[in-house]
């Protein structure tokens, strides 16, 4: 980063942890870890501001990437964060049963999270603060911003009307009335790529920086339709194919963020001669710098050739590989 931005960057920090301690006085808080930058970045930075005092929690909550877990459980040890993992899973899949609408599946695991939060946070004493990775984008798109985003979304333009609800994210729209725990948000005013900035003036290795965004409720809103078991191990399997492809193509580091969606569709298919009847899995690849305004990346076809013959090889469900070729606007990044 340049100079100037590294004292911006550097002054930010510094304020932030005073601004916390002054806040949370002798009071304990959780964290919320996902894995993603957002919430690893936001973890970090209270550690070094109240240390011992900060409960770093991952649910593991049914939704989550193969190997997520381990994954992230090993970085944060690198980190010298001792971070404990709960399995809710299985509430999670239970609030979900028969739930088709994507606005309906944020708020049910927003409140879920919420919820499994207090519980642990009741574990111990004197914890009073929920800290949340929560980020501008995700103010502007649940509606409850103050901005005007129809530009340039970096741009305080000054005016008072309220954003349009784009989608509630489930740590904005979609938190319960009531809660036990006071928010702590102390990125709430910085885009992604700023954040990334503060990760590295903290001090984060890269590959937990620059890691490509993934959805506060996980795989519930790329299982379009009802969220099953079945449907979320296919996806889980066919995710796998397509980060081993693009990781070993190079072109991870050109995207913003890629992923498969498994909308709930059945497609006629032909395999060792006879007719199939299986899913279809869409991939979907953006170019952005801050999620407000995304580009649909132009993946060679070669390489979208051997992705969808390795997924349908791999994924004996899924017979049909479609691309998304849709910009932001008109469409969102993620499907719901």
Not at 102 to 108: G, H, S
Not at 173 to 193: A, I, S, V
Request: net charge negative; glycine share 8%.
């Amino acid at each position: 980063m340049a100079q100037g931005d590294r004292e911006w960057y550097t002054q930010f920090v510094c304020d932030s942890v005073a601004r916390i301690r002054e806040i949370t006085g002798s009071a304990r808080a959780i964290v919320g870890i996902s894995g993603g930058v957002d919430s690893t970045v936001a973890a970090v930075l209270v550690h070094r501001a109240i240390g011992g005092k900060l409960i770093p929690v991952m649910i593991d909550n049914g939704l989550l990437r193969e190997g997520e877990i381990d994954f992230v459980v090993s970085s944060f040890e690198g980190l010298g964060i001792d971070l404990r993992v709960v399995d809710a899973s299985s509430r999670f899949l239970a609030r979900l049963a028969g739930v088709r609408d994507p606005e309906a599946k944020r708020k049910i695991i927003g409140e879920e999270f919420i919820r499994v939060f207090e519980e642990e946070a009741a574990k111990y004493q004197d914890v009073r603060f929920l800290v949340q990775g929560t980020i501008r984008s995700d103010v502007v798109e649940s509606g409850t911003s103050v901005e005007d985003v129809e530009e340039d979304a970096k741009q305080d333009t000054g005016d008072q009307r309220p954003a349009q609800l784009v989608k509630s994210h489930h740590n904005v729209g979609g938190l319960p009335e009531q809660m036990d725990l006071e928010l702590l948000e102390p990125l709430r005013d910085l885009y992604k790529e700023q954040v990334r900035l503060v990760g590295e003036e903290l001090g984060l290795p890269k590959p937990l920086i620059y890691r490509h965004p993934f959805p506060g409720p996980g795989l519930a809103v790329r299982v379009l339709g009802e969220v099953t078991q079945e449907k979320l191990d296919i996806l889980r399997k066919a995710q796998a194919v397509l980060d081993r492809e693009i990781i070993k193509s190079g072109w991870y580091d050109r995207l913003w963020q890629y992923f498969c969606v498994l909308p709930d569709v059945r497609t006629v298919g032909v395999k060792e001669g006879g007719r199939t009847c299986g899913h279809l899995v869409a991939i979907r690849a953006v170019l952005s710098s801050d999620a407000m305004i995304a580009k649909w990346a132009p993946i060679p076809h070669d390489l979208l050739d051997r992705i969808a013959l390795k997924i349908t090889e791999e994924v004996p469900q899924v017979n049909r590989v479609v691309y998304d070729i849709t910009s932001k606007p008109p469409g969102t990044i993620e499907w719901e």
